[in-house]
Structure formats: structure tokens, C-alpha cells
């Protein structure tokens, strides 16, 4: 009896602490990946600012969109790899049918559109959550005057003549300013297994008495 009763509290001791333990480990690390998500985003965001401004300074709207059309693409990927997460633009009104949302980003888009109708600032509108597919973030882009060039009513012939050619399925058009244009969507993946049993040896190893 003592044995088994010397091997409950040893179990317990193991286990209690060890997921109280893990829990705590859990929440900073989801902050960490909330944190590098955001950094992401932004190295994303500005390097497609600085090359559309560069774009249409140089050569006007129209070579502003081939600009766009390979260079996009291209910075998404420079970060997917830097990273080695998935970083990418989409929206519920896509000009690339490569940016199509998946069902996931699809119900996030529309919980951003709600958000804005109930008087959320799309600047700071977010989300994230832990998936089978691992970490998922979103953050929401908001239309400024700048996006109507080429996203509002009203295009240029040069424009839409450019556009036609390159996106002859093009949704991405007549936005509003102050209207959600889209999101950046980032996946982290989810660790490996046997990188989550490590940890866990590591945190039974610690943990265990004696
Ligand atoms: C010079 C024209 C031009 C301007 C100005 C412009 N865009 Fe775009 N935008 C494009 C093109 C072209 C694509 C497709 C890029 C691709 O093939 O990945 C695109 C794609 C996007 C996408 C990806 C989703 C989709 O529709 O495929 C988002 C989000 C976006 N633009 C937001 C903006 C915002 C926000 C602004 C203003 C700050 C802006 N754009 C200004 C041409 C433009």
C-alpha cells in the first residue's frame, strides 16, 4: 500500500507542477509569436510601401501595377522564407486569385467587417488563435486615398487597361477610403512533435523529486 501510495504522490508531484509549468511556458510563448507576428507584418507592409511608392513615382499607375503584380508576390515570399512561416495578403475582394482566402481567413475577413461596423479602428484590428495548422494571425488593411489609384471607382484608362490585361477576374476594385481592404495573414507552424516531447522530458526531468 505505501508503495502505491509513494508512487500517487510522486506521480502527482510530477504532474501537477508540470502542467501548471507548461501552461505558464504556453502563454509567453503564444505572446512571443503574437509579438513576431506583428514585426512581420510590418517588414511586409513596408517593404510593399516603399517598392508601390518607388513604382509610381518612377513610372506612373500603370507600370506601378507591374511593378506590383511581380514584385508582391515576390516580397511575400522574401518574408515567408526569412521567417520560414507563411506570409501573405488576402481579402474577401481579391485582384490576385492566388490571395483567395482559405475557410479560416474567409470567417476572420467577416468578423473584421463586423468589427468596423460596431465602430472598431481597422488600425488596430487583429486576431489570432492556435490552429491544427499551427499559430494563425491576421491584422486588417485599411483603404487610404492613396490604394484608389488603383482599388477605388473611377480607374484611369491606363489603369484599367493594365489591370484588364493582368487580372482579367479582378474583385479588387471600387473600395471606399476607410473601407477594409484586406489582411495580412501569417501561419506559424505548429512545433514538431518530437520537439514537444523533448520539452516535455525537459520539464519532467526538472521537475521530477529528487
Ligand atoms: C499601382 C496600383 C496599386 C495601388 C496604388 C495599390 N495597389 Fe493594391 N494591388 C495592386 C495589384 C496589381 C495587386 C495584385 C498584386 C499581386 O498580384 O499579388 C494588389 C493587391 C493588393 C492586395 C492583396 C489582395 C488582392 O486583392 O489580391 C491588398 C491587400 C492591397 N493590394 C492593398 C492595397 C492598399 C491598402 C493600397 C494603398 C495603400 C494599395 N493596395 C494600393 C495594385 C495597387
Known amino acids: 500500500m505505501g508503495f502505491v501510495r509513494l508512487g500517487l504522490l510522486i506521480f502527482i508531484t510530477a504532474l501537477l507542477p508540470a502542467s501548471v509549468f507548461?501552461?505558464?511556458?504556453?502563454?509567453?510563448?503564444?505572446?512571443?509569436?503574437?509579438?513576431?507576428?506583428?514585426?512581420?507584418?510590418?517588414?511586409?507592409a513596408d517593404a510593399l510601401m516603399a517598392?508601390?511608392?518607388?513604382?509610381?513615382?518612377?513610372?506612373?499607375p500603370g507600370r506601378a501595377i507591374k511593378v506590383c503584380n511581380i514584385e508582391a508576390p515576390?516580397?511575400?515570399?522574401?518574408?515567408?522564407?526569412?521567417?520560414?512561416?507563411?506570409?501573405?495578403?488576402?481579402?474577401l475582394r481579391y485582384r490576385n486569385p492566388d490571395n483567395v482566402p482559405d475557410a479560416w481567413e474567409e470567417v476572420v475577413l467577416r468578423q473584421f467587417e463586423q468589427r468596423l461596423a460596431q465602430g472598431?479602428?481597422?488600425?488596430?484590428?487583429?486576431?489570432?488563435?492556435?490552429?491544427?495548422?499551427?499559430?494563425?494571425?491576421?491584422?486588417?488593411?485599411?483603404?487610404?486615398?492613396?490604394?484608389?489609384?488603383?482599388?477605388?471607382?473611377?480607374?484611369?484608362e491606363?489603369?484599367?487597361a493594365t489591370l484588364n490585361e493582368l487580372y482579367p477576374d479582378d474583385n479588387a476594385t471600387g473600395f471606399k477610403v476607410g473601407q477594409i481592404?484586406?489582411?495580412?495573414?501569417?501561419?506559424?507552424?505548429?512545433?514538431?512533435?518530437?520537439?514537444?516531447?523533448?520539452?516535455?522530458?525537459?520539464?519532467?526531468?526538472?521537475?521530477?523529486?529528487?
Not at 514585426?39 to 511586409?44: E, H, L, N, P
Not at 515576390?74 to 481579402?91: E, N
Open 74 to 91: 515576390q516580397i511575400a515570399k522574401d518574408v515567408s522564407d526569412a521567417h520560414r512561416w507563411q506570409v501573405g495578403r488576402t481579402s
Open 51 to 60: 517598392e508601390l511608392k518607388f513604382a509610381l513615382g518612377e513610372g506612373g
Open 120 to 156: 472598431e479602428d481597422i488600425k488596430k484590428m487583429e486576431y489570432a488563435e492556435e490552429t491544427d495548422a499551427g499559430y494563425r494571425y491576421m491584422k486588417a488593411i485599411p483603404t487610404k486615398p492613396l490604394c484608389l489609384t488603383c482599388h477605388g471607382d473611377n480607374l484611369g
Open 181 to 210: 481592404r484586406g489582411a495580412f495573414s501569417i501561419i506559424q507552424p505548429s512545433r514538431s512533435l518530437l520537439r514537444r516531447l523533448l520539452y516535455q522530458v525537459q520539464v519532467r526531468f526538472f521537475l521530477l523529486p529528487g
Open 22 to 44: 507548461a501552461d505558464k511556458n504556453m502563454s509567453t510563448e503564444v505572446d512571443t509569436r503574437l509579438i513576431h507576428s506583428r514585426q512581420a507584418v510590418k517588414m511586409f
Open 158 to 160: 491606363e489603369v484599367q
